[in-house]
């Protein structure tokens, strides 16, 4: 028994330390409040304003609140991923040298982003439910939370590869808009190119999901 708590409090007390990390930055905190906001109640207005523009669209006021749903726990977690990845490497060579084997350590913050992204699915996901009522409130939760977690092993990978925080930052927008509006309904989604999009058949399915229509 103290063998397992020993291992528990092992695997817990640096996860606590990277949950800790975040939010201590008041910037995480203010981020998590205003995106959904802004993605849910504006943008997805605005997207079915801008849709009844183009006769062979269909994309409703609940539809685009839906992607706003899902944009904004993705990029969130994308944040969080690329923003923990950059800042890590100094903490992460320190738990190695006390004795964590590097593959705990990669396992233990991808862990702190699943964390994470569960907590900005549930931030946008309840703004969400202020708009609409889901056909399918699992569902539709796992459908956002599947494109948070997308995001933020995306994020990862960036913050691994650019170590620069502006470089990195400006490359994940640069991906997130192509992924979110290019593969929107607004673009037409019939070109086979956009099922290698991150988010195409979570989308899919979501707005599947709000129009009740089969996915």
């Given at each position: 028994?103290?063998?397992?708590?020993?291992?528990?409090?092992?695997?817990?007390?640096?996860?606590?330390?990277f949950m800790r990390e975040y939010y201590r930055n008041a910037?995480?905190?203010?981020?998590?409040?205003?995106?959904?906001?802004?993605?849910?109640?504006?943008?997805?207005?605005?997207?079915?304003?801008?849709?009844?523009?183009?006769?062979?669209?269909?994309?409703t006021t609940a539809m685009g609140q839906s992607m706003g749903?899902?944009?904004?726990?993705?990029?969130?977690?994308?944040?969080?991923?690329?923003?923990?990845?950059?800042?890590?490497?100094?903490?992460?060579?320190?738990?190695?040298?006390?004795?964590?084997?590097?593959?705990?350590?990669?396992?233990?913050?991808?862990?702190?982003?699943?964390?994470?992204?569960?907590?900005?699915?549930?931030?946008?996901?309840?703004?969400?439910?202020?708009?609409?009522?889901?056909?399918?409130?699992?569902?539709?939760?796992?459908?956002?939370?599947?494109?948070?977690?997308i995001y933020g092993a995306i994020g990862i990978l960036i913050?691994?590869?650019?170590?620069?925080?502006?470089?990195?930052?400006?490359?994940?927008?640069?991906?997130?808009?192509?992924?979110?509006?290019?593969?929107?309904?607004?673009?037409?989604?019939?070109?086979?190119?956009?099922?290698?999009?991150?988010?195409?058949?979570?989308?899919?399915?979501?707005?599947?999901?709000?129009?009740?229509?089969?996915?």
């Amino acid at each position: 028994m103290s063998a397992n708590a020993s291992a528990a409090r092992r695997l817990s007390t640096p996860l606590a330390m990277f949950m800790r990390e975040y939010y201590r930055n008041a910037m995480n905190l203010v981020l998590l409040g205003i995106i959904p906001v802004l993605l849910i109640l504006s943008l997805g207005d605005a997207l079915s304003r801008l849709a009844s523009i183009f006769p062979d669209v269909t994309l409703t006021t609940a539809m685009g609140q839906s992607m706003g749903a899902l944009w904004s726990a993705g990029f969130l977690t994308g944040l969080t991923g690329f923003f923990m990845m950059v800042g890590a490497r100094a903490a992460d060579r320190r738990l190695v040298r006390a004795g964590y084997a590097p593959s705990e350590v990669v396992l233990l913050r991808f862990a702190s982003v699943g964390l994470l992204g569960a907590l900005a699915t549930l931030v946008s996901y309840g703004i969400l439910l202020t708009r609409l009522t889901p056909t399918d409130y699992v569902q539709t939760f796992l459908v956002i939370y599947l494109a948070a977690l997308i995001y933020g092993a995306i994020g990862i990978l960036i913050g691994s590869l650019i170590s620069g925080e502006l470089e990195g930052s400006f490359a994940l927008l640069f991906f997130f808009v192509m992924d979110a509006f290019i593969g929107s309904p607004l673009f037409g989604s019939t070109s086979e190119v956009f099922a290698f999009l991150p988010t195409f058949y979570p989308t899919k399915v979501l707005l599947g999901l709000t129009a009740e229509q089969p996915h």
